[in-house]
């Protein structure tokens, strides 16, 4: 425990156990520690504004928005500012989404305490936190070139077909549409699915919001 460093954190979550829970593990590493609470991102701007924060650490979804549409917001106010992202989403989908947009870390809710309390103090010491699969993908994207944008691995036709996967057209439709094969549909799709590495329509939806520019896929 350090009873020295007097850190403000500000702990920006819809949920009021899960922010009771982080002040107490904060609390049990920084003695001294100031914590604020906000419970919207309405309320986390304004705490920002108005306090310096060494560390934000902030959920995905409020009531009122999603952060990631928020990070450069957030960022303007404090530009030194250290955020972690503390989430149920799955960091796979989202991780490298954040850490472009502006976080400093990415952490899961459903880490363990040991976990959770390693992430503060690197984030504290050194100004971010990285687990090892996104150390991994950071290394692959400049080892092996591969786009840190999943979306830049499909070809013209695959994200012709992805976006109307999302649209909620099925094989039969799309291979009307295109006039293709429907075995030509069914093989599109499964190099989408490869590619990005997920198993359903429900995450390419989440990736197309999180990263393809026309977010008008409708």
């Known amino acids: 425990m350090s009873t020295s ?3 403000c954190f500000l702990i920006a979550d819809d949920h009021s156990v899960v922010r009771q829970g982080l002040c107490l593990l904060i609390k ?3 003695a001294n520690a100031k914590i604020y609470h906000a419970g919207t991102l309405k309320d986390t701007l304004e705490v920002l504004k108005e306090t310096r924060v060494d560390l934000l650490i902030l959920d995905i979804n409020f009531p009122d928005g999603n952060s990631i549409n928020s990070l450069e917001e957030l960022k303007s106010i404090q530009k030194d500012l250290k955020i972690l992202i503390f989430t149920m989403n799955d960091e796979d ?3 490298m989404r954040y850490l472009n947009g502006g976080a400093s870390g990415y952490l899961s809710k459903a880490s363990c305490e040991d976990e959770m309390k390693e992430a503060l103090s690197r984030m504290m010491i050194f100004g971010k936190y990285l687990t090892s699969n996104l150390k991994s993908k950071i290394s692959d994207h400049f080892i092996s070139n591969k786009p840190i ?3 830049d691995q499909l070809s013209a036709r695959e ?3 992805a976006k109307l996967l999302i649209k909620g057209y099925g ?3 799309i291979t009307n549409l295109l006039q293709i094969k429907n075995t030509t549909v069914s093989t599109f799709k499964k190099r989408i699915f ?3 590495e ?4 429900a995450a390419l939806i989440e990736l197309f919001q999180l990263y393809f520019e026309d977010k008008n896929l409708a």
Do not use: C, F, S, W
Not at 198 to 201: A, E, H, P, T
């Open 171 to 173: 094989n039969l439709e």
């Open 149 to 151: 944008n999943p979306l």
């Open 198 to 201: 997920i198993d359903n329509v």
């Open 194 to 196: 490869e590619k990005l």
């Open 5 to 7: 460093d007097n850190y």
């Open 28 to 30: 049990e590493l920084y």
């Open 159 to 161: 994200v012709e077909v």
């Open 93 to 95: 989908i989202y991780g």
